[in-house]
């Protein structure tokens, strides 16, 4: 099956830095990729729809200049959580539009803001 | 748009017991089904997952769902669990005509098998 390389998996900063998480399709090209986020013992809530060559779709609710996505190639999407805080402590999880009918995950990645 | 409700959020059964984890969905439109398992702090892996056709689906690990249309349910089950079957069970839908794989979850079912 198709493989979703997500990067880092766990990450610590401290309160006011900005993360980057990246989130790579490596053996197909991926028009679209979702980012998600879940917070412990509960659902994934989508966040943002990311299309290559384009502006990102938020979901409502979600600040856009607090999570900056970038999904310059077709291979490649980027979450930035930008003046990270400990409210923004969770699990990022993206995934990658591969068909129409499935979506292939990334192992995700737990940011811890102290 | 869709939801997805998972009756269940905590499932113990013993190993070797048959399971069946429910899940309901609600929509105006057409959609594609899907059961995805997250082991802890891991992502997602998709179980199985109904498209059109028969209505029961069989997926890994011997698992298995089955669409009722009537009842817009899909629930899961495998008739004898394991103890690495321990994890959290999550149902998701997607729009057949615009949504491609944009996925609304479930709350999400955790089944823990007891020795």
């Known amino acids: 099956g198709a493989v979703v390389s997500q990067h880092p998996s766990r990450v610590i900063c401290k309160s006011g830095t900005s993360v980057k998480i990246e989130c790579r399709s490596l053996?197909?090209?991926?028009?679209?990729m979702f980012w998600y986020r879940q917070f412990p013992k509960q659902s994934l809530m989508l966040m943002a729809t990311?299309?290559?060559?384009?502006?990102?779709?938020?979901e409502q609710g979600v600040e856009k200049d607090k999570f900056l996505i970038n999904h310059a190639s077709l291979t490649l999407s980027t979450l930035t959580v930008t003046s990270a805080h400990p409210e923004d402590s969770s699990f990022y999880i993206c995934?990658?539009?591969?068909?129409?009918?499935?979506?292939?995950f990334g192992q995700g990645t737990r940011l811890t803001v102290v | 748009a869709q939801s997805v409700t998972q009756l269940d959020s905590q499932v113990p059964v013993f190993e070797e017991a048959p399971v069946e984890l429910r899940c309901n969905y609600s929509?105006?439109?057409?959609?594609?089904l899907f059961w995805y398992v997250q082991y802890p702090n891991q992502g997602l892996q998709l179980l199985l997952k109904?498209?059109?056709?028969?209505?029961l689906v069989k997926g890994i690990n011997g698992f298995e769902a089955e669409f009722n249309k009537s009842q817009t349910s899909f629930h899961l089950r495998k008739p004898s669990v394991h103890i690495s079957d321990t994890a959290e069970y999550f149902c998701?839908?997607?729009?057949?005509?615009?949504?491609?794989?944009?996925?609304?979850f479930g709350e999400g079912t955790q089944l823990t098998v007891n020795p």
């Open positions: 995934s990658a539009d591969g068909a129409v009918t499935e979506a292939f």
């Open positions: 053996d197909f090209q991926a028009t679209t």
């Open positions: 990311s299309n290559e060559g384009s502006k990102a779709t938020y």
């Open positions: 929509s105006s439109v057409s959609v594609y």
């Open positions: 109904y498209l059109s056709g028969s209505t």
């Open positions: 998701a839908v997607s729009d057949r005509e615009t949504s491609g794989s944009r996925l609304t």
